[in-house]
């Protein structure tokens, strides 16, 4: 079936360093991408997102990178701050009715 | 966010007992959905609902039902709580048109405890 996989569960950075945080997709037919924020007790924030049809699209500190022939995608954070530290989703459009695959998430720890 | 809500936010119940989980949004969303996550697993579909009345499963909806009455509401219902539906739940809201469409926007949450 889909799936929607992230490669590492845990990344811890240096504050100020760069983070990256890839991701893995199975449906060469998704066409829509979003990387979501959850922070401890909360529900699951919307960062970025990006279409089949670019590469690359960048946000205010964030940029999203789509790999279309390796079913690849990554989140870059620049300058990474405490207040980065989260769990990190990439979901991919099922195409389906609308539903979004989930990955399991990278929890990411920033270290002062 | 704000716009979407969850009620209750906790909730412990004992096995066999039939609870309701609310969600109301703000947002003037038609298409609404209930998601659980589990510790190593992700957010995983239970039901979707794309207008009133209309009610669809995911991938994990034995053991719960869902009531959509009401555009800005989506009920989830577990009919016999078990303990490995002790998890947490999120509603999430999408917009049929505009920028972003396919984005859904998350409530906060509500931790169920079955024991």
């Given amino acids: 079936g889909e799936s929607v996989g992230l490669h ?15 991701c893995a997709y199975s449906n060469s037919a998704s066409d829509y991408f979003i990387w979501y924020k959850q922070e401890s007790g909360k529900g699951p924030q919307f960062i970025i997102d990006i279409r ?34 989260a769990v990190y989703f990439c979901a991919g459009d099922g195409n389906q009715g609308g539903k979004l ?12 | 966010d704000a716009d979407v ?14 609870i309701m989980l609310e969600c109301s949004q703000t947002k003037g969303h038609d298409r609404m959905y209930w998601y659980r996550q589990d510790p190593g697993l992700g957010l995983r579909l239970i039901y979707y609902s794309f207008d009133v009345k209309d009610i669809n499963k995911g991938e994990i ?13 989506f009920s989830l219902s577990l009919e016999s709580a078990i303990p490995n539906q ?11 048109v505009g920028v972003s469409q396919e984005t859904q926007y998350f409530g906060p949450g509500t931790r169920l405890l079955v024991l």
Avoid: W
């Fill in chain 1, 8 to 22: 590492l569960p845990t990344l811890s950075v240096q504050e100020g360093d760069n983070s990256i945080i890839n």
């Fill in chain 1, 101 to 112: 695959i989930f990955g399991q998430g990278t929890e990411l720890s920033v270290k002062p």
């Fill in chain 2, 86 to 96: 002790t998890a947490l739940y999120f509603c999430a809201t999408r917009p049929t």
């Fill in chain 2, 5 to 18: 809500t969850q009620t209750p936010r906790n909730r412990i119940t004992k096995t066999g007992k039939r």
């Fill in chain 2, 61 to 73: 909806s034995d053991g719960y039902s869902v009531s959509r009455q009401a555009q800005a509401k």
């Fill in chain 1, 52 to 85: 089949s049809n670019m590469d690359k699209r960048q946000g205010q500190r964030v940029t999203v990178l789509l790999n279309k022939t390796v079913k690849h995608l990554s989140l870059q954070i620049a300058a990474t701050q405490p207040g980065d530290s």
